[in-house]
């Protein structure tokens, strides 16, 4: 067998994750009109300003249209034929764990995030989001005691809905593109985190997103807010199960960074990608924003992109403050007949302001991986800089790697640094590895990892291996 | 060191191979015992690289006829890194860059590959970079060849010695060095040539491919022969590499019976 069959078969390998898990699910019916979005936000028992807001977003949408410039040539979605609420059939949030349903939990053992008092991660707080709603958020108060709010924003519009008022699309406007005004309009959970001033969060934030029914759309929504000099790392991770239909997920993140405070956002996506022939899977149209108004604030996005039939995502920094930093480190890995469009904008507005852009793509099979970034200098951005390095990896000889760097500049004394590159595993480098006694998947995912390295060591420690890990298992297979 | 006693390593018989259907090697007899020191040489496009390729099992290289015995073993079923395992080492003519996978890392993942084999306890980092740095010594090289990636950046001459130093970490049964001389200058032909022979036992053995008696200077050959049309033209001692030094490869071609001269 020749090295590129091999190869064919190591980046074919069945997703662990694809079990439904069997629960009884309270849905409302297929559809979206605007009283679908006024009895998804009384189910939610929402105050005023949510609704309208919703509202608002829902009106916009309907004058929109679907973007259509990222080439990623998919089937239109019937909008009308997505069930837009569903949660696993329980009463209200439970207090306690002990309440919550124990197939609920045994679901996140199974995925590797362990709930329970007993085995929950020692370091990490977890919100546990399955379909359209959280079910638990682990450590809550002992992070209260330290100020930090960490809740699913649905907790958060009913506890602290001054905050929410305040924040909630100041980053990501309602009528900000297609996706996000649709995300506006039907969000139905996802999570909320607040560190007061001078605060450093003592521990890690992570959620976890789990889609379970096959018909619906999930529709998270974020909002972390640090105040003057605090700092948070936040991780997710998204999972689903195998359907032969595909499923959309339209998310809105957003940041929000006040004077000398850091967020670290870090993403593992690995929901399910369809299968060899690209039938299912999920259609991924996220829009993640973060806004560093503090002079001095520094907001880092880290992603390890795996999963997913499509995904359209630009986590990107609005560097207003001056001084302030924004950074993008990203793996995308894509196979089979998986696209990928995923890059960053970097807006430029405040004086000294800095981005760092790294951006490492990997495609295998068939399939499509594009790196698409704004770097933009506006007219006060005196002294700012950015770097920027695209590298595309090709395994096999049907994918293919784009890179599409748009550079915008209005200020005669930024600088902006832009690098490319594109490479092939070839035949030779897997050899060499070989006749050094390295079987042929640790040598492809030797190399994998190395031309990862940049991005994984931005990752929070925890993770780094567990990324690693995952585009191993990706590239994994039978060999011979 | 010849020792009529001593293990039989490898063994060719009647080796035909092809690289894209183009037929290279036809009919190679050879046997290596432990202790020995055999030199290949012979014209570009004569079968020499193409046999250290076919020993080392590189896909591209497709074994029509013949076989190849490693201790007894057939060696050709074997997949390249299994090969490597139980002890060839290819000290490639080219070798290749990998960049973004460390040097270091690269060397104690192969090394403990065939620690593994040998059911030898595997080295952890710690322990593996006190073996490594011994190793250096030996070549005089650079420790911050370790941090670099593997192969990128290197000199031809860096390349060369990063190959010796694997040798040196693998501690094969049996080394082909391919051209290992070339590139080199003659100060790094004889840092190179004198960690070959610290590493020559009399339980190993090594083919060495050359174009050049300088290396035979420094490395002395048991055996060498002369390749030419895919086979082995000629087989002598020391002495025959110092003829064609002189006469070339001329007189034997035409000496040979081939009937696919022109």
């Not at chain 1, 929901?271 to 520094?298: D, L, P």
Request: glycine share 8%.
């Amino acid at each position: 067998m020749t090295s590129s069959n091999l190869l064919g078969e190591l980046v074919s390998k069945p997703y662990k994750y694809g079990f439904v898990t069997d629960i009884e699910t309270e849905k409302i019916s297929k559809g979206l009109t605007e009283d679908v979005i006024r009895l998804i936000s009384s189910k939610k028992q929402e105050p005023e300003f949510l609704l309208n807001f919703r509202l608002k977003a829902y009106k916009q949408w309907l004058k929109m249209q679907e973007p259509d410039w990222a080439e990623l040539g998919y089937p239109k979605v019937n909008y009308q034929d997505i069930i837009y609420y569903a949660a696993p059939k329980q009463n209200q949030k439970k207090a306690s764990l002990d309440e919550v349903d124990p197939k609920l939990l045994e679901t996140f053992d199974k995925l590797g995030i362990p709930l329970s008092e007993q085995k929950r991660l020692s370091n990490v707080a977890v919100d546990a989001v399955f379909d359209s709603v959280s079910i638990a958020t682990t450590y809550k108060e002992q992070l209260a005691e330290h100020g930090v709010i960490f809740c699913s924003i649905s907790e958060a519009v009913n506890e602290y809905p001054e905050l929410v008022e305040r924040y909630l699309g100041t980053v990501v406007p309602c009528n900000d593109n297609f996706f996000a005004a649709l995300n506006s309009a039907v969000f139905s959970d996802g999570s909320f985190v607040y560190i007061p001033k001078g605060i450093e969060c003592p521990m890690e934030l992570s959620s976890y997103f789990r889609i379970n029914s096959g018909d619906i759309g999930q529709f998270e929504r974020t909002l972390i807010i640090a105040e003057d000099r605090a700092s948070v790392s936040y991780l997710e991770g998204c999972t689903a199960p195998m359907f032969d239909t595909n499923t959309l997920h339209a998310a809105v993140v957003e940041l929000i960074a006040l004077e000398d405070s850091s967020i670290k956002y870090s993403t593992v996506q690995n929901w399910y990608s369809g299968n060899e022939e690209g039938v299912g899977g999920i259609y991924n149209f996220v829009t993640k924003r973060g806004q560093c108004r503090g002079a001095r604030s520094k907001i880092s996005w880290s992603q390890v992109e795996t999963g997913s039939a499509i995904t359209w995502k630009y986590p990107s920094c609005i560097l207003q403050g001056e001084g302030s930093v924004g950074e993008f480190y990203s793996v995308a890995l894509t196979n089979n007949l998986q696209k990928a469009d995923t890059g960053t904008k970097m807006v430029h507005i405040g004086a000294d302001t800095k981005s760092t852009i790294v951006s490492k793509g990997i495609s295998a099979g068939k399939s499509r991986n594009s790196y698409r970034g704004l770097v933009q200098m506006g007219p006060k951005a005196s002294g700012a800089r950015n770097y920027s390095q695209c590298d595309s990896m090709l395994i096999g000889d049907q994918a293919s790697a784009n890179t599409y760097p748009y550079i915008r500049s209005q200020q005669s004394m930024a600088s902006i640094e832009h690098e490319a590159s594109t490479c092939r595993i070839s035949e030779d480098q897997l050899f060499y590895l070989q006749s050094r006694g390295i079987g042929f998947e640790e040598a492809v995912s030797m190399m994998v990892s190395g031309f990862c390295r940049d991005v994984f060591n931005q990752l929070p420690m925890e993770f780094a291996a567990e990324a690693d890990k995952l585009l191993a298992l990706k590239l994994e297979g039978s060999v011979g | 060191m010849i020792n009529p006693d001593a293990e039989l390593i490898l063994e060719i018989s009647d080796l035909h191979a092809s690289v894209d259907d183009q037929p290279i090697l036809k009919g190679v007899d050879l046997k290596i015992h432990a202790g020995e020191i055999h030199a290949v040489m012979g014209r570009n496009g004569s079968g020499k690289s193409t046999l250290s390729k076919v020993l080392a099992g590189h896909p591209s290289y497709k074994v029509s006829k013949g076989k190849v015995l490693f201790r007894g073993e057939d060696l050709l079923v074997l997949e390249p890194e299994v090969r490597a395992r139980i002890g060839v080492f290819l000290g490639f003519q080219y070798p290749v860059e990998i960049p973004g996978v460390s040097n270091l890392e690269f060397l104690r993942v192969s090394t403990n590959s065939r620690r593994k084999q040998l059911e030898v306890e595997e080295l952890d980092p710690f322990a593996f970079e006190e073996l490594v740095r011994s190793r250096l010594n030996l070549l005089q090289m650079d420790p911050i060849f370790l941090e670099r990636s593997v192969n990128e950046g290197f000199s031809g001459g860096e390349k060369k010695r990063n190959e010796i130093l694997q040798m040196a970490l693998l501690e094969p049964i049996f080394s082909i060095l391919d051209e290992t001389d070339s590139g080199l200058d003659i100060d790094a032909l004889r840092i190179v040539a004198a960690g070959v022979n610290e590493l020559s036992k009399k339980e190993t053995a090594i083919l060495l491919i050359t174009h050049y008696q300088r290396l035979l200077n420094e490395i002395t050959p048991d055996y060498v022969h002369v390749m030419g049309f895919g086979k082995i033209l000629r087989t002598g001692g020391s002495e025959l590499a110092l003829e064609l030094e002189k006469s070339g490869y001329e007189w034997l071609e035409e000496e040979s019976v081939s009937p696919l001269r022109p």
